[in-house]
């Protein structure tokens, strides 16, 4: 792992499950931000809605990762619906880093301390090349929709 040897710990953790699982796509660090799926997607030059956004849910007060896509926002009432949850509400960062190991803007899809439930926005199938952060704000990794569901063991469900 000679590439990711420079990378910061949060991310070679990352770097490592990507690694444990044999996923082909490889966690590097952009001089700049990726925090929002706009900057991700002006770094990279590809749509906004290939960029696999990681936002952390409270759902009946529990850790929810919903990987949506950056086109997308997340309605919490249709989600929890669909989910069968009773309230689904934005994690406060305090929770996002407590349930992921991680800071918003940088939560990866694994690498966090334990599972945590996650849906996968249906609409990032459209999609044959995601980018999903990399455990922090500059690191990213490319994916495709059904690795993603694998890795993460998500329900694969529109958010919106």
Not at 80 to 90: C, D, M, N, P, S
Not at 91 to 116: D, F, S, Y
Request: charged share 25%; proline share 6%; net charge negative.
């Amino acid at each position: 792992m000679e590439e990711t040897r420079n990378l910061p710990d949060r991310s070679l953790r990352v770097a490592e499950a990507l690694a444990g699982i044999g996923a082909q796509g490889r966690v590097r660090e952009l001089p700049d931000s990726t925090r929002t799926a706009a900057q991700a997607a002006e770094a990279l030059g590809c749509e906004v809605g290939a960029i696999a956004n990681s936002l952390v849910f409270m759902a009946d007060e529990r850790p929810l990762l919903v990987m949506t896509s950056g086109r997308h926002r997340v309605d919490t009432d249709v989600l929890a619906e669909r989910l069968g949850k009773g309230r689904i509400r934005r994690a406060e960062p305090e929770e996002v880093r407590g349930a992921t190991g991680q800071v918003i803007g940088g939560v990866a899809p694994l690498g966090h301390p334990k599972p945590v439930e996650t849906v996968v926005d249906l609409a990032l199938e459209d999609h044959p090349c995601l980018w999903a952060a990399g455990g922090t704000p500059r690191t990213i990794f490319p994916t495709d929709f059904t690795e993603l569901v694998k890795m993460t063991g998500g329900t694969a469900v529109a958010v919106n």
